[in-house]
Every structure is written in structure tokens, then in C-alpha cells.
């Protein structure tokens, strides 16, 4: 049957012009509401406002637009029954054969800082969700389009069907919206749990983003799902492993700590050299002086553009995945000639108030990012000696650092660079003896150094091997038992030593 009119009716209206102004030239009425409407008449689209098409005005503050036996009407009833087709025309309902619709941001509004419960609740969408429903479940004979990417395929369709979509079309954008109005509620339901403190359920419906060649390990069958690309563009290079994803998201979260310049190096979710330095070449020699050998395969990542010096010096080691906001145009003509090497630009970095799901068998394990921060650590010292600027820099650079390393975690950092990192040791003083000996192979001093822990130590051991290697300072959250005795061996060698307060623990 030809698509004859049309309800548009977006959140998103990225290539909506181009689309909607083609169904008009192909005749296709178009029924629209508030903004939308509104930007299609400024652009000279003839559009039909919804309150003129069911004869009733749009009210409480819009919140009431599309509830209307008319919308619905036209959407649900079945153009092969001959009493429904009847029973339409008596109630006059006009059919509606097609329906584009995308939700409110929803999810885009509960990442904000500091956004309210009432600000949250504005922003569930009703009208929308219902309109797809409808449309999706008469899937036979209405075409429902929830996403912009979709709107070539639709066009394509009417072009060649003269006016009409194929119902293999139909049939994939109804479970396509579906699916969106299922992860749609999810959200909602996950949000409501958390800010109502019910935690009753706990919903996870994805999109499928692509599958992958395999998992972990080549034996491992894997997908992605969700809208990992909306946060990131590959730019270049080969499909992206299932590693390469995770890699990715932990170099992300760990750039994130940084305002200043800086590059990252990762391997396997560590971090293995960071450092900070208005040259980028700069900050990746410092990055790269941390440990020459375990970046060879891995992951870096920078919070600025990537310059030509930048590309030359990386240029110089293999690496899986390159990682920044963008890349000058000649240094990306440089790394282009690795075909094996992933190009990745950030279109957004994680949300401090995003939430990290593992599964468990039988279930899933559902938390808060870890995005705490250190506040005036001047108020923090414990130790007799206070420490000075430049010690406070480099407890602070470490820190933010140590935190994005797998526990038991001790990172040795100056003032805007990483010295020796020992991660994920069944013993804190193991993790500190690795991060020592990795220094020491890096040919990298740790004299006036400061020793960062994710979590306390709970023996002066660990932190008397600090200040043997160098150390003059220490961060850690505090809370052994043995406290008195730990700040007791600091004073004892001088060292000035700040308590967190905060643990950050990472398995």
C-alpha cells in the first residue's frame, strides 16, 4: 500500500531535513508536532500541525500531543478488515502509514552533573514511546523509523516500490523499535531504582553494535553492544578486537582524570607510563621513559589533537590502538600508512555518572564509576612534615593515575609523570617492589618521588620500601589498623603522608 501520510515527531533531527523534505516531494502528507514542526514550516516544508489533524489542541504544556484515538486510530487499524476499515471512516480516522519518532534524551539528561529527579521525570518520553508501539505492532502495512540512520533505507524503499516499503523493511525497523523502547523504560527503571532507592529490578537491553571476530581468545564467540560508537569514530585501520574495546574504555576513563595535556600509555586495562606536558612529544617521551617495554602492542591515548611530532615519535613502536580527540591532517597521513594500526577519535568522554556492569553467574553486579576526587588535600596531611607544592603535584598526578590500575596498585609519580607502576599483586609491597624494579630498569630515579596506593598499607613495610627507593612522599586512603605505626615509620624518615579517605579499589 503507498505510504500517503506521514507523523514526524523528533528529539534527534539530524538528517531530518533532506528526508522529510523528499516525502514531501513524493506527496506524502506530513503530520508534525511542536519543534518539529515548527523547523520543517521555516525551512517551507508544508506540515499539518497534529492538534489541526485530531481536532484537538495540544495541552499541558505539551505534555498531551498524540494520545488521540485519531493518531492511534490511524496508526493500529487493519487495512485487510473490511469492518475496521469501516469502522475508521465512521470515527473519521485517516490512516497514518508512517511514523518517525525518536524519544526524548532520556539518557543524555541523567549523564548531566548534578541533574535533578524533576528534570529526569521532564524528560520520559510518553506520546513517543506509544506512537512506536503502535506503529511497530502494525508492522504489515506502517513503517516505523526510530533512528536516522534509517532514513536512506526508508527513501530507497519509496523510490524504488513507487510510494511503498518492502515488509522485509518494515519487519526490521518494528524489531528495531521495539528494542528502542524497551532500553528506552530500562533506563528509566534503572534510574527510578537508583534514585528512589527501591532496587527491585535491574533492566540491561542493548542494540547490537556489531559482532566481532571473536572474544578474548580466538575459540570465544562475542558482540558489542550498546552505543560504544557513539563515543568513539574509528578513522582508520582494521575491525576493532574485543580487547581493543576494553582497552579502549579504560584508556578513556583514565584521560578523563586530566585538564592538562596529557598522553597514556595502556596495556591489557593498565596504565604502563602517563604524563603531562604542553608538548605532546614531550608527554609521550615522559609517558614512554616508564616502561619500554610493555607499550610495544598497546594502547594510547591523548586529551588533545594528535600533532605531527606526536605521530612520528609513536610512529616509531608498534601500537594496536591510537586514541584523541583528532588528528592534524599530517599526522594522520603519517599513522594511515600502518593499515594494521586503529585510529580512533573521541566524540565524548565517559560520564562520571555512568554505571559498570559485570556479570556473575546467575546474575550481574551493577555499580557507580568510580569518580571520586581528592578534594584540598592540604586538609588531609597526617604525617609531622607537611608536604610542599611540588610534592602535593605529584601525589595528586599519581593518584589519578593509581586509581585506573589494577589492585593491589602502587604507582610512583613526579610532579607530571608516572616513574614506576607494580599492578594487580596478590601482596601491596609486591605491587611496590615491581614498580620500584620497574623504575630502576627504566633507568628512572624515584629521589623526591611520591608513593601512591589505592588502597592502605597495612604494614609500615610497604611504605619504608618507599622511602628507601626515594619516596618523600605518600598518598593512600588510610583505615589499617596499623595506622599509628605506618605514619610513625613516615615520620621517622621525614616523609610527609596524606590520608584520602577514599579507597580505590579495581579488580
Known amino acids: 500500500m503507498k505510504i500517503v501520510r506521514a507523523l514526524i515527531s523528533v528529539s534527534d533531527k539530524t538528517g531530518l531535513l533532506p528526508f522529510a523534505r523528499r516525502l514531501h516531494e513524493l506527496g506524502i502528507e506530513i503530520l508534525s508536532t511542536g519543534g518539529t514542526a515548527k523547523m520543517l514550516q521555516t525551512e517551507g516544508i508544508p506540515v499539518t500541525a497534529i492538534s489541526q489533524f485530531t481536532g484537538s489542541p495540544e495541552i499541558l504544556e505539551g505534555r498531551v500531543k498524540t494520545l488521540h484515538p485519531k493518531v492511534h486510530g490511524g496508526l493500529l487499524y487493519l487495512r485487510e478488515s473490511g469492518k475496521q ?50 506503529a511497530a505492532k502494525n508492522y504489515q502495512t506502517v513503517t516505523v523509523v526510530t533512528d536516522p540512520e534509517d532514513y536512506t533505507f526508508v527513501l530507497e524503499d519509496l523510490e524504488t516500490g513507487n510510494g511503498t516499503t518492502t515488509r522485509k523493511l518494515r519487519e526490521r525497523l518494528a524489531i528495531k523499535a521495539f528494542a528502542t523502547t524497551s532500553s528506552y523504560d530500562g533506563a528509566i527503571a534503572d534510574y527510578l531504582n537508583r534514585e528512589q532507592e527501591t ?40 575491525e576493532l578486537s574485543y580487547n581493543n ?13 586530566f585538564a592538562k ?34 607499550p610495544f602492542g598497546g594502547i594510547i591515548i591523548t586529551n588533545r589533537s ?3 611530532s606526536l605521530a612520528k615519535a609513536i610512529a616509531e613502536i608498534f601500537s594496536e590502538v591510537i586514541i584523541a580527540p583528532d588528528f592534524d591532517a599530517d599526522a594522520r597521513s603519517l599513522l594511515q600508512k600502518k593499515k594494521n594500526l586503529r585510529l580512533m577519535r573521541i566524540l565524548q568522554l565517559p560520564s562520571g555518572n555512568s554505571r559498570e556492569v559485570r556479570s556473575v553467574p546467575g546474575g550481574f553486579l551493577v555499580q557507580d564509576a568510580d569518580s571520586s576526587g581528592l578534594g584540598e588535600l592540604e586538609h588531609k596531611v597526617v604525617s609531622s612534615r607537611p608536604p610542599d607544592r611540588n610534592e602535593l603535584e605529584a601525589m595528586e598526578f599519581g593518584w589519578k593515575v593509581v586509581k585506573h590500575v589494577k589492585s593491589n596498585a602502587i604507582v610512583y609519580a613526579a610532579q607530571d609523570c608516572t616513574l614506576g607502576i607494580g599492578a594487580g599483586q596478590m601482596s601491596r609491597i609486591d605491587s611496590s617492589r615491581i614498580a ?22 597495612p604494614f609500615p ?8 627507593a626515594g619516596a618523600t612522599t ?8 596499623r595506622d599509628d605505626e605506618v605514619i610513625a615509620a613516615a615520620n621517622e624518615r621525614g616523609l610527609a603522608m596524606i590520608f584520602t579517605g577514599t579507597r580505590n579499589f579495581k579488580h
Not at 540491561?204 to 553492544?225: D, F, I, S, V, W
Open 436 to 457: 620500584i624494579w620497574k623504575a630502576q630498569e627504566a633507568g628512572l630515579s624515584l629521589k623526591g618521588s611520591a608513593v601512591c596506593s589505592d588502597a592502605f598499607f
Open 85 to 134: 476499515v469501516k469502522e475508521a471512516q465512521l470515527h473519521g480516522i485517516q490512516p497514518i502509514d508512517l511514523v518517525v519518532v525518536n524519544l526524548y534524551p532520556f539518557v543524555k539528561t541523567i549523564a548531566r552533573d548534578g541533574v535533578t529527579l524533576e528534570e529526569a521525570i521532564e524528560q520520559i518520553d510518553v506520546g513517543g514511546p506509544s506512537m512506536i508501539r503502535s
Open 461 to 468: 613495610d610497604g611504605l619504608i620500601a618507599a622511602a628507601e
Open 245 to 257: 574495546i576494553l582497552d579502549i574504555g579504560a584508556a578513556s576513563t583514565l584521560i578523563s582524570e
Open 199 to 238: 532496587n527491585s529490578t535491574f533492566t540491561l537491553e542493548l542494540p547490537l553494535a556489531g559482532r566481532l571476530r571473536y572474544g578474548e581468545n580466538p575459540h570465544q564467540e562475542a558482540e558489542l553492544y550498546g552505543n560504544f560508537f557513539d563515543f568513539f569514530d574509528k578513522i582508520h585501520g582494521k
Open 261 to 294: 595535556p596529557t598522553v597514556a600509555i595502556l596495556k591489557h586495562t593498565n596504565p604502563c607510563g602517563v604524563a603531562s606536558d604542553p608538548d605532546l612529544k614531550e608527554a609521550w617521551l615522559k609517558a614512554f621513559a616508564t616502561d619500554k617495554q610493555a
Open 306 to 308: 594528535v600533532t605531527l
Open 474 to 481: 605518600a598518598i593512600q586512603p588510610g583505615g589499617s589498623i
